[in-house]
Structure formats: C-alpha cells, structure tokens
C-alpha cells in the first residue's frame, strides 16, 4: 500500500513526518483529536456517550477484582498467557538450563517475545490447541501462546540444533508453512485464521534483524535478544523509557509489516487513512495505531528486567487497539455505531470505521484507567495503564462478549490477515 500522491514536499519532509507517526505520543495525540471530534458529534461512524464511562469503569473494577483480589496486578503481557492453569511454563523451561549471566536469559526471553507476540493475531472461532504435557485445550490468544512456546522449546526458531532456545535471523527467515502449520496444529478441521500473513511476517522478521545489525547483533550471532545489548548502550544507569523502547522497535521492524503506508522512505507500520486526522502537514490524514509493537514492547518489560534493566514510564505507552478492549466499549456502551447494521457485516482492517473504532478505543482506555485509579485511590505510578489493561479491560472485553454472545465473539467482525489483531 504506497503513499497517496496528495502529500507533497521533498522527500525529507515526508520522511520527516513519517518518523513523527512511529511513537506512543503520536497514536495518543491523534486519537485524542478523533475522540473529541467523537463528543462533539462530529465523527462519521460513531457516537461517544461519556455517561457510560463511570459503568464502564465500574465493569472493570469488578473484574479487576475477580482475577486479583489482592490488587496486585502484573503489567499487561504476553507472559501472564504461559502460566495458565497456575503452571509456570517459562519457569520450568528456563529453570531447566544453565544461562551465563542474566543477559544470556533475557536475550532467551526476548527471542521468545517477539515470536510469540508476532504471531498473536486472532486466531479466529474455528481453531484450538491441544498441550500435550498438561493434556488441556485452549483456543484464541492462549492456543497461539502456548503453542509458540512449545515451537520455541523445540528449537523451531534456532539455525542451532545446540542451543533450541533461541530464535534467530536465519531460522526466521526459513521458517516454512509446514513447520508453522504443524507447530499450530492446523488442519482442515482445525484452520488458524491469516497463517499465511503469521508466516510471512516471521519470515520478514528474519530479514529485519539481518537488515538492522546495529539493533539485533548478539554475541552469539543476529537474533531479537540483540535488542538486550542495544538497549544496554542506549539505557541512562541501567534504566530505559517503555516509549523508547516503542520507538526503537517501530523504526528497526517497519519493513515487516506487509502492504502498509509509506510517506517518504519511512515504512509506517500499524498507521491508516482516517479522513479527520487534520494537523496540517505530510501527515494530514494517518492514524498510527501499533497495536502488535506496543504488545510487544509491554512483553519485553519482564525479560529485559530479567537481563538487568530497569523499563520506566510505563504509562509512556497507550492502551492496545484490538478487539477485545475496543469490543468492550461498544458492549458497554461507550461507543454506537451511527449505522445500525455495521456490526451484522464484517470490516477489512483499513475501513475508515475499523481505525476511528480502534483510534477511540485507545483513547477512551486512557479515561477508564483514570477512573479505575481514582476508584482504587491509585496513582499512574502505582497502578499504570498496564495494569489496567491486564486486571482489567482485555478480560472485560472478553467477559461481556460471553454475556453478549454465546460464542463469545466481539462485536466487530474482522477479516483478519494474521498482522494486525
């Protein structure tokens, strides 16, 4: 998907303009534009009625309190689904082997993260996992885990057949649909939703950390734990911004993402066209989102705490644009769809309603945190956004949907490619 021809200047400008879009400051400064358009009635799509805020915060609470009675909330993450069941997955793996130093287990962790996470599109009704060594089933996000993890374990992402738990460019890059589709288990009977975009965008992943050494060199080759070392250099006394953690990983993965957005030679990942994101530059226009990166960056507090790092300003980042947090809102009402039979059709990603849904879901998330807070006599520091996220809306959304649906399934329909939910 290339540029529209309508922004014009030199080619740094746009470049220029197409770096600012690659931040957590951008997707929460334009998707507060697009919500005070929404309370002004001034959105084509959808209606914000604030007067369900205090239920939706309500709604929350409670469920914040029912998976955490005690209020001690993790931070959002990829690793909370590798202890389902109370068994501690990644524990007992890593426990299982002598690592140097505490580098050597975060660069591990790492490696694990970015695969994982990357390939934690929706997985659609229709597909299940089956875990051998607990004999349990679990579908969706926690099937697409676990499942992930075993694949790790395995030595699927390694080029070593002496060091499995590992992932690195040149596994990535080879990584063949037979091998992702029996790692996943999938058959005609069992079909994963977008395997082929999962495959394509962990076999672009190995050609990014080939393309960047400067971000990705380890020092037993070029693989996602290199970001340990870089981050190490770039860090002030041990301690690193989870935005500049964001931004590093936006502006090192942006070829990856397939048949996005370009302005200039700037790749802009997770951004698309909403018609009343107006600042008056090369950038009129974009709406940045970077759902699966901020994913990924909440995934990567723990390992890179765990090689010795220190990741601060959490509430640098923004609240997840996918369906389960922006299903909540409308489940709750918090947003309305203007057309009545827009949630009886299903919507490719780039649809204009599809992002003012998903931009008005990450600003909104940043009022219920607000109000969560303020219920619980919490301040962002002791109670950040990702743990709001993860007590907290992600479960909400689920919850309602159940309510809602007997499938469980969220409000908006997705055609979904594997790259973006």
Not at 20 to 32: F, I, T
Not at 72 to 90: C, T
Not at 174 to 199: A, I, Y
Request: glycine share 10%.
């Amino acid at each position: 998907m290339s540029t529209p021809a309508s922004p014009s200047g030199s080619a740094a400008a746009l470049a220029s303009a197409g770096r600012r879009l690659l931040s957590a400051r951008a997707v929460r400064e334009r998707a507060g534009m697009l919500l005070q358009l929404g309370l002004s009635n001034a959105l084509d799509h959808f209606s914000v009625d604030l007067n369900r805020l205090d239920p939706a915060a309500d709604y929350v609470l409670r469920v914040i309190r029912s998976n955490y009675p005690n209020l001690a909330v993790p931070p959002h993450s990829r690793w909370r689904h590798f202890e389902l069941g109370e068994v501690d997955r990644w524990g007992e793996l890593a426990g299982g082997r002598e690592w140097a130093d505490s580098a050597d287990l975060g660069r591990a962790a790492v490696d694990l993260a970015f695969v994982s996470v990357l390939l934690d599109a929706g997985a659609g009704p229709r597909w299940a996992y089956a875990e051998a060594a607990t004999g349990e089933t679990f579908a969706r996000s926690e099937g697409l885990a676990i499942a992930s993890l075993v694949m790790f374990a395995s030595g699927a992402f390694s080029s070593s057949p002496y060091d499995p738990m590992r992932a690195d460019a040149r596994a990535l890059a080879g990584l063949t649909m037979e091998e992702l589709s029996d790692g996943f288990q999938v058959s005609n009977g069992n079909p994963l939703v977008g395997l082929e975009g999962r495959l394509g965008l962990i076999n672009r992943l190995g050609q990014a950390l080939a393309a960047r050494p400067d971000v990705f060199t380890a020092p037993d080759g070029l693989r996602p734990g290199g970001l340990v070392d870089h981050l190490v250099r770039r860090s002030t006394n041990g301690r690193i911004p989870a935005a500049e953690v964001l931004e590093v990983l936006l502006d090192a993965l942006g070829p990856i993402w397939p048949g996005r957005y370009a302005l200039g030679d700037v790749p802009l990942g997770d951004t698309w066209r909403h018609s009343k994101v107006l600042v008056g530059d090369a950038s009129d226009g974009f709406m940045p989102l970077h759902k699966l990166s901020q994913w990924l960056t909440y995934s990567l507090i723990e390992p890179l705490v765990w090689a010795g790092l220190e990741v601060v300003e959490l509430d640098g980042l923004t609240g997840l644009a996918e369906y389960r947090n922006g299903g909540f809102l409308i489940d709750i009402g918090l947003l309305k769809p203007r057309d009545p039979q827009a949630l009886s059709r299903s919507h490719r990603p780039e649809e204009e309603l599809v992002v003012e849904w998903r931009a008005l879901t990450v600003a909104l998330l940043d009022r219920i945190a607000e109000s969560v807070r303020k219920r619980l006599s919490r301040t962002p520091q002791s109670f950040p956004l990702a743990c709001v996220l993860e007590g907290g809306t992600w479960s909400a959304g689920r919850r309602i949907a159940r309510e809602k649906r007997q499938d469980g399934s969220p409000p908006v329909v997705i055609d979904s490619d594997g790259t973006v939910f």
